[in-house]
């Protein structure tokens, strides 16, 4: 439906039409654009909270790019952010493998099973995992016990690497040794298949239709093949959607650290992101000038990100 | 589809029931709010303890119910907030304006203590009116203290900001039926440090004859620091007095910082490697694994009987007897005693509990309504009754002078005799230097044999500008209370000329901020000085 | 049936090989799927447990007849009052998010105005900026608004910042309906409020539907802006309230569990009747998306 084009003149006559804008308007306006704004102008200042505040220029950012903290802080998210990548592979291939069944019924149950974690609020799947991880009663150390695991590692470690960080005599103290803090926020929520992004592979997916794979059947391909010929290229496009998402969802969320990890992102703050560093130090030091700063440099980097996203995306289509 | 239709339907209109139910709760709860005439205190605490929790809410009960004689509607709300986030959640509700009248401080940094909080020094000489007819009567608020307030008082801001409600004293626990199977009947808990390391190699030796997974002391991140802190406090006695240029009880933080910064002492000085060392050694007794688990999970491990002891607070006391399905045996800290050949060397003694036991203090929040309500309930909770009530429900000890306390809480109370504690080479309200101890720190354990790998990371970074800069928060705050209290000397001079008179109250008032005022500018102008001139010394070379 | 629940329900058939049979692929989907699950079972038979028997079969459940059923009455107890709070926050910031995305774009898709390109834009801009830069401005907004501690203040920031997302997708839809409808109601005489009652509700129910769960479940597992703002127990919602549990010190896991079970259960139970609208509707929001 093409839009109705309506010219100035007519537009004075026919105004009320604003008004179904207006209020979405002014609720962005207030409590998006204004507290935007007055982040960028606070992160020139040293403020703590009160009316007094000191400006100083430049300071809060020269402070954010030699602090090592915060450095130490993307070097983590980075590594979450590639890990992101390889944490798409269940999803994608729980999508695959759903599409290529035969039965209507049993898709349709497998996409009821998919939504029911998410129907949990996220705080309890949380603490279940952060349960999972405790030395002592957890489960993956258990799991880890029983199938031998732990001897695999221990060996790894005493004839590979030499770290020490996996012992016989000790559980595996995944949140406290700060070399295991970053493969556990990465193990978190294992196998990864969130509902969301495998519907979204699944409706990548429904665009092919029975008589490709038959005539790719035909052809004597492999299920691999009938893979990386067929499945793979149509869904291209919601992978990079996909990975944006992701990208963006990383350098925004600290809630999991903070909950998993408290404040100071565990050991050796080993598990500190930008986002947390920049609740940390407003909520926790009272530095509110400089957490602003902190966010301010996270908007550009989304800002960036979004950027190559709408760029691929649009190419795309 | 008619059927989907339906069950949509009927999930919906379940919804609009919560919906509706929540709707009525929240407009409910709005209409009871709306009373002009109900005043509301608020106090908010992180002790989630066993026992507490229920011995607040029945004194403000009784509270509500002596205002209500009077004629008053108050209700006094108990908010307990759990000590992982009460750190960022006092910050949050302090600054967004939305604070409870009454908060307990721990310890807060200075800076926030002056600009949040009401001074109480006009308070504390007055008596308290509900010590009216017991022992206690017509003393000075103050004096009614065992410390007499010592503790609250703060050094730097030469000002009382909060009152004590409970005496904290550290104790060994332990599990009796266990011990006494390992160790005979009756057998006596270890009265020191070599003693409790036999005792401790024995368990172990008993748990691998018997099959028995047992540890002798069950850890966790928080226990642990409970005892090796303390106990490691010990190798620095020595050292503590030679750095005492004030002649204080214990050197405070900034003469610790300064000194360090001289480099009269370090991470490499024989009293801090052994202090260090005499950690360690401790170590090899907790369950593998132990610096990674919470304090409840170290609790678990006690209260299962998987190790015989646990060192934690008189804070835990009623927790673990609500738990405990075993009788629980209490006795002192494994210390090492002056003639032990490898730990005796720089230390004086056994040293007194009262000067850092005095706790969980309340504070009350400048400029939130209804202050001299909040003011009046803390008199009440810290009258000779309310600490009474308190102590016998809660199993806590009480704060105030002559109130009797019950038999199981006697191994608790405080010794008075010895010489000062050390420290540690963690600094006491430190930021910055907090910051590389947190980051080094488990090196202590993953390495137990010795402290060099925590040594050496711990010199790859810079402490000498962490520490500088932990001195110059300082500074600034102390630059900034003293800007303030200017404000509040001119204001309580205006009053005296203005009339009143010299010796009138607001003239009082006058000369002990002065005094105060002296006091800290002169603090603060010698350590500057002191900084200015070691950084000099520093740069030259 | 409309046009776009066709097409969501299109989604669903199966195009898959038909030759061969199908059950190493279910074993693969069981296999994930179980993992994936294996939180919710252990929660579940956890809180049936009291901690000896979980210590000492941590992994299996119990027989019912030795299910502790009394620490679901310490999950009602610890985590029941705070449910209410989140679904009246939840509802009604779902509902009035949806409410005026729909205004806002049946504007832009039905009408182009002076000014709507700006206003468009302001839109789309938003959709850069990211919250969490805003965070501390905001509160300090919150609380020169007096804001603080209430429960109004989830909600308008739910709304404010479901706006952008929920115009985005509903123009993206009612751009595709038919004009001829718009055009024959308008003949009738209908107002935009009838038109959109009349046309644009009932032809977009499903996206409309999925938006709302969206929102719904958006709310309803935000923690950290209530761990800001909300200071009243009295007030809390469910997320503070999980965090405050998990605080505590004295930790009996069938108890916590069964509190985790309490927080879950009204929206497994509304998932259960509305199964169907939940598929269909996150099938055709992917399509969409």
Same mark, same amino acid.
């Given at each position: 439906?093409?839009?109705t084009i309506?010219?100035t ?6 105004w009320?039409? $604003?008004l ?13 654009y $204004?507290p935007?704004?007055s ?10 909270g009160s009316?007094?505040?000191q400006?100083?220029?430049?300071d809060?950012?020269?402070?954010a ?6 450095r ?10 590639v890990?992101n990548f390889?944490?798409m ?7 695959v493998?759903?599409?290529r069944?035969?039965s ?17 609020p ?5 603490f279940i995992?952060?349960?999972f991880f405790?030395?002592n ?6 799991a880890?016990d029983l199938?031998?695991?732990?001897h +695999? ?10 770290s ?14 700060p070399?295991?803090? !970053?493969?556990s926020?990465i ?5 990864w ?10 409706a990548?997916?429904?665009g ?5 794979y038959?005539?790719?059947?035909l ?10 010929? !067929? ?9 990079r959607?996909?990975v !944006?998402?992701? +990208?963006?969802?990383?350098l ?6 903070f +909950?998993l990890?408290?404040?100071n992102?565990?050991?050796?703050m080993?598990g500190m ?6 609740f940390n130090r ?7 000038g ?5 966010? !301010? ?7 960036? +990100? ?5 760029k $691929?995306?649009?190419v795309d289509? | 589809?008619?059927r ?6 009927v ?7 919560c ?12 209409v ?17 303890? =066993? ?6 809410d029945?004194?403000?009960?009784q ?10 509607k ?16 006092v910050?949050?509700?302090l600054?967004?304006?939305?604070a409870?009248?009454i ?10 203590k ?6 109480l020094?006009g308070y504390v ?6 010590n009216?007819?017991?022992? #206690?009567a017509g ?10 307030m010592l503790?609250t008082y703060?050094k ?8 004590p409600l409970?005496?904290?004293t550290?104790?060994?626990?332990y ?9 005979g009947?009756?057998?006596?808990p270890p009265k020191?440090?070599?003693d ?6 024995a368990i172990?030796?008993?748990?691998q004859e ?7 002391v069950?850890?966790?991140k ?6 090796? =802190? ?17 002649r204080?009880a ?5 003469? #610790? ?6 480099e009269q002492w370090?991470p490499?000085?024989?009293e ?5 060392r005499?950690?360690?050694s ?12 919470d304090?409840d ?8 009987s998987r190790?015989v ?5 008189s804070?835990d006391?009623?927790?673990f007897r609500?738990?405990?399905?075993f009788?629980i045996?209490?006795?002192?800290l494994?210390?090492p ?9 720089y230390?004086?003694?056994p040293?007194p ?7 969980m ?6 400029g ?5 309500m909040?003011?009046?309930f803390?008199?009440f ?18 704060a105030i ?7 199981q809480?006697?191994p608790?109370?405080?010794h008075?005799?010895?010489?000062p ?8 309200a430190s930021?910055?230097q907090a910051? #590389?101890m947190?980051?080094?720190a488990?090196?202590?354990?993953k390495y137990?044999d010795?402290p060099?790998?925590?040594l050496e990371a ?9 520490i500088?800069?932990?001195?110059k928060?300082?500074?600034?705050a ?6 303030r ?5 001119a204001?309580?001079?205006? #009053?005296?000329?203005?009339g ?9 008032k006058?000369?002990e ?5 002296i006091?800290t500018e002169a603090?603060?102008?010698?350590y ?5 001139q070691?950084w000099?010394e520093?740069?030259?070379? | ?6 097409h ?5 058939? *199966? ?5 061969? @049979?199908?059950?190493?692929k279910h ?9 994936q ?9 956890? @809180?049936?447990?009291d ?8 992994w299996f459940?119990?027989?019912p007849?030795h ?11 610890l /985590? ?8 009246f926050?939840?509802?009604v910031s779902?509902?009035?998010? /949806?409410?005026? *995305?729909t205004?806002?774009?049946? %504007? ?11 206003l468009?834009? /302001?839109?789309?801009?938003l959709?850069?900026?990211p ?7 905001l509160?300090?907004?919150?609380? @020169? ?15 404010a910042g ?5 115009? %985005?997708?509903l123009?993206?839809?009612i751009?595709?309906l038919?004009k001829?409808l718009f055009?024959?109601?308008e003949i009738?005489? *209908?107002?935009?409020?009838?038109q959109?009652?009349n046309?644009?509700v009932?032809?977009?129910a499903?996206i409309?539907g ?6 719904f ?5 935000d923690?950290?802006?209530?761990l ?9 919602t469910l997320?503070?309230?999980l ?5 505590e ?5 069938g108890q /916590?569990?069964?509190?985790?079970m309490v ?10 009747f509305?199964?169907?609208l ?11 998306g």
């Amino acid at each position: 439906m093409p839009a109705t084009i309506i010219s100035t003149r007519k537009a004075l006559r026919q105004w009320h039409l $604003y008004l179904f804008v207006v209020p979405s308007l002014l609720l962005i306006g207030t409590f998006c654009y $204004y507290p935007a704004i007055s982040a960028i102008i606070h992160s020139f200042f040293d403020w703590q909270g009160s009316d007094q505040m000191q400006f100083l220029g430049l300071d809060n950012f020269k402070r954010a790019l030699t602090d090592p903290i915060l450095r130490q802080s993307f070097g983590t998210m980075c590594i979450l952010v590639v890990a992101n990548f390889f944490k798409m592979v269940p999803a994608i291939l729980l999508a695959v493998v759903i599409h290529r069944l035969i039965s209507d019924k049993w898709q349709y149950w497998y996409r009821v099973l998919l939504i029911v974690p998410m129907v949990v609020p996220g705080l309890v799947s949380l603490f279940i995992w952060k349960f999972f991880f405790d030395p002592n009663l957890g489960i993956i150390n258990n799991a880890f016990d029983l199938l031998h695991i732990k001897h +695999m590692l221990v060996w790894l470690d005493v004839n590979w690497f030499h770290s020490g960080t996996f012992r016989m005599d000790a559980p595996i103290s995944w949140l406290s040794e700060p070399r295991l803090i !970053i493969p556990s926020l990465i193990f978190w929520g294992f196998p990864w298949v969130g509902a969301v992004s495998v519907f979204i592979f699944l409706a990548g997916l429904q665009g092919i239709g029975t008589e490709v794979y038959e005539a790719a059947e035909l052809d004597g391909a492999s299920p691999f093949q009938k893979f990386t010929h !067929i499945e793979l290229p149509l869904i291209m496009t919601q992978v990079r959607l996909n990975v !944006i998402l992701m +990208m963006i969802g990383a350098l925004q969320d600290y809630g999991l650290q903070f +909950m998993l990890l408290g404040g100071n992102g565990g050991a050796g703050m080993k598990g500190m992101v930008p986002g947390l560093w920049m609740f940390n130090r407003a909520f926790l030091a009272g530095e509110f000038g400089y957490a602003c700063s902190i966010g !301010i440099i996270l908007f550009f980097l989304i800002l960036l +990100m979004t950027y190559i996203n709408n760029k $691929y995306i649009r190419v795309d289509k | 589809m008619n059927r989907e239709k339906i069950l949509n339907t009927v999930g919906f209109t379940l919804l609009g029931l919560c919906f509706l139910s929540a709707l009525y709760s929240v407009i409910f709860r709005s209409v009871r709010d709306a009373d002009p005439n109900l005043i509301t205190i608020r106090f908010a605490h992180w002790q989630l303890e =066993g026992g507490l929790r229920g011995t607040f809410d029945d004194l403000a009960r009784q509270y509500e119910k002596i205002c209500a004689d009077r004629g008053q509607k108050v209700r006094v709300e108990q908010v307990t907030i759990p000590e992982s986030v009460f750190g960022n959640w006092v910050l949050t509700q302090l600054v967004g304006g939305t604070a409870p009248q009454i908060i307990e401080l721990g310890s807060m940094h200075i800076d926030r203590k002056a600009r949040f909080f009401e001074s109480l020094s006009g308070y504390v000489n007055e008596p308290n009116p509900y010590n009216a007819g017991t022992p #206690l009567a017509g003393l000075p608020w103050r004096n009614t203290f065992v410390d007499g307030m010592l503790s609250t008082y703060d050094k730097d801001l030469l000002d009382y900001y909060s009152v004590p409600l409970s005496l904290f004293t550290v104790r060994l626990f332990y599990n009796k039926p266990l011990y006494e199977k390992i160790f005979g009947q009756d057998a006596p808990p270890p009265k020191d440090y070599r003693d409790f390391v036999r005792v401790c190699l024995a368990i172990q030796q008993y748990g691998q004859e018997h099959g028995l997974g047992i540890v002798p002391v069950a850890g966790s991140k928080y226990n642990e620091g409970q005892l090796t =802190g303390r106990i490691a406090g010990s190798q620095t006695q020595k050292l503590n007095d030679r750095l005492n240029r004030k002649r204080t009880a214990s050197v405070d933080g900034n003469e #610790l910082y300064v000194s360090y910064l001289r480099e009269q002492w370090g991470p490499r000085s024989p009293e801090i490697i052994s202090s260090l060392r005499l950690t360690q050694s401790f170590y090899q007794f907790f369950q593998p694994g132990f610096q990674q688990v919470d304090r409840d999970s170290g609790t678990l491990y006690f209260i299962q009987s998987r190790c015989v002891f646990i060192c934690t607070g008189s804070w835990d006391n009623t927790s673990f007897r609500i738990q405990a399905p075993f009788e629980i045996g209490v006795c002192d800290l494994p210390l090492p005693t002056k003639d032990d050949p490898e730990y005796g060397q720089y230390m004086k003694g056994p040293f007194p509990e009262l000067s850092r036991t005095v706790g969980m203090g309340f504070g009350i929040v400048r400029g939130t309504p209804h202050t001299d309500m909040a003011l009046d309930f803390l008199k009440f909770l810290t009258s000779y009754r309310g600490s009474e009530y308190f102590t016998k429900h809660s199993g806590w000890l009480p704060a105030i002078m002559n109130v009797p306390v019950d038999d199981q809480l006697k191994p608790f109370e405080p010794h008075m005799d010895g010489y000062p504690n050390g420290f540690g080479l963690a600094l006491p309200a430190s930021n910055n230097q907090a910051v #590389l101890m947190d980051n080094t720190a488990y090196l202590l354990q993953k390495y137990p044999d010795s402290p060099e790998a925590f040594l050496e990371a711990y010199e790859q970074l810079d402490a000498f500008s962490a520490i500088t800069n932990d001195l110059k928060l300082w500074l600034a705050a102390a630059r900034r209370s003293i800007v303030r209290a200017d404000t509040l000397l001119a204001a309580n001079r205006a #009053l005296a000329r203005g009339g009143s008179g010299i010796d009138s109250s607001a003239g009082r008032k006058f000369y002990e901020l002065l005094e105060q005022q002296i006091q800290t500018e002169a603090d603060a102008y010698s350590y500057e000085m002191e900084m200015t001139q070691i950084w000099k010394e520093r740069v030259k070379p | 049936m409309s046009d776009n629940s066709i097409h969501a329900v299109a989604a669903l058939q *199966a195009v898959g090989s038909k030759r061969g @049979s199908d059950w190493p692929k279910h074993l693969v989907i069981w296999l994930i799927l179980a993992l994936q699950l294996l939180p919710l079972y252990m929660m579940f038979q956890i @809180s049936f447990k009291d901690n000896t028997e979980f210590l000492t079969n941590p992994w299996f459940p119990l027989l019912p007849w030795h299910w502790h059923f009394d620490n679901f009455v310490y999950g009602v107890k610890l /985590i029941g009052p705070y449910i209410g709070n989140t679904v009246f926050i939840a509802t009604v910031s779902a509902s009035c998010t /949806i409410f005026l *995305a729909t205004l806002a774009a049946y %504007f832009f898709a039905r009408y182009k105005m002076p000014l709507s390109n700006v206003l468009w834009s /302001i839109f789309l801009v938003l959709m850069l900026l990211p919250a969490i830069a805003n965070i501390v401005p905001l509160f300090m907004l919150l609380k @020169s608004m007096n804001l603080l501690n209430t429960l109004q203040a989830l909600i308008v920031i739910g709304m404010a910042g479901g706006q952008v997302f929920n115009t %985005f997708i509903l123009r993206n839809f009612i751009e595709d309906l038919p004009k001829d409808l718009f055009e024959a109601a308008e003949i009738d005489g *209908a107002s935009h409020f009838q038109q959109i009652i009349n046309i644009v509700v009932p032809m977009s129910a499903p996206i409309i539907g999925t938006l709302f769960i969206l929102s719904f479940l958006g709310q309803w597992n935000d923690f950290m802006m209530p761990l800001i703002i909300l200071r009243d127990r009295e007030l809390f919602t469910l997320g503070v309230g999980l965090v405050y549990l998990n605080g505590e010190y004295v930790k009996q896991w069938g108890q /916590i569990m069964s509190a985790f079970m309490v927080a879950s259960i009204p929206l497994i139970i509304i998932f259960l009747f509305c199964m169907k609208l939940f598929v269909r509707g996150l099938a055709a929001g992917a399509v969409k998306g």
